[in-house]
């Protein structure tokens, strides 16, 4: 683990000073360097996030981490309106995303079960993309960003108390870091 440690900063310090090339020639210590520098953001970004109170990080699959927010009332009932409290940790994500190198950030909007399920599908579609045009209005590129509603396909809570309902309209963010197939610092040493 030192040893893979040591070679991610020895090839950092030679990407900055130009010392290496990029090529196509992608080799498994460069597929190291990536997943390297994936984990390096990922894990940067967590810690960032984790004196924000109200805030929950897990990390996913494929080189994701998701966002939650346990607690936050995120929407009232039949609403699309972001509360007071979801933008204030919304304003902490974007800040803790600055200076990482990150590809995506996918919104994902729920709803409670109460009602029609096509109706639920479009307001969770219209409560991330909100979140998404919130995001936008706090520095985020539109190129970044994506929305989905998932309805009440994915409740958190029982939906038969309205407790339970309250927890389930709520909004949910993947933040995507580099894949480690794709090879944006595939580097072949090269001598200067």
């Known amino acids: 683990m030192r040893t893979l440690s040591l070679s991610t900063a020895v090839l950092a310090a030679l990407l900055s000073t130009g010392c290496v090339s990029t090529s196509n020639n992608g080799s498994?210590?460069?597929?190291?360097?990536?997943?390297?520098?994936?984990?390096?953001?990922?894990?940067?970004?967590?810690?960032?996030?984790?004196?924000?109170?109200?805030?929950?990080?897990?990390?996913?699959?494929?080189?994701?981490?998701?966002?939650?927010?346990?607690?936050?009332?995120?929407?009232?009932?039949?609403?699309?309106?972001?509360?007071?409290?979801?933008?204030?940790?919304?304003?902490?994500?974007?800040?803790?995303?600055?200076?990482?190198d990150y590809q995506q950030v996918t919104v994902l909007g729920h709803t409670d079960s109460s009602g029609q399920l096509a109706y639920n599908n479009k307001l969770s579609q219209q409560r991330a993309n909100q979140v998404m045009t919130f995001l936008q209005q706090q520095g985020l590129t539109t190129a970044q960003l994506a929305a989905e509603g998932r309805g009440p396909a994915e409740?958190?809570?029982?939906?038969?108390?309205?407790?339970?309902?309250?927890?389930?309209?709520?909004?949910?963010?993947?933040?995507?870091?580099?894949?480690?197939?794709?090879?944006?610092?595939?580097?072949?040493?090269?001598?200067?």
């Open 28 to 100: 498994a210590a460069d597929t190291a360097a990536v997943n390297a520098e994936s984990a390096k953001a990922q894990t940067l970004f967590a810690a960032r996030l984790q004196p924000a109170a109200g805030v929950v990080t897990s990390t996913q699959a494929d080189n994701q981490v998701k966002v939650s927010f346990p607690g936050v009332t995120a929407f009232s009932h039949d609403g699309a309106r972001l509360s007071d409290e979801l933008q204030r940790q919304l304003t902490a994500v974007v800040e803790s995303l600055k200076g990482i």
């Open 155 to 192: 409740p958190i809570a029982d939906n038969n108390t309205a407790q339970g309902r309250a927890a389930n309209r709520r909004v949910e963010l993947l933040v995507r870091f580099e894949n480690d197939t794709a090879s944006p610092t595939d580097a072949a040493v090269s001598a200067n």
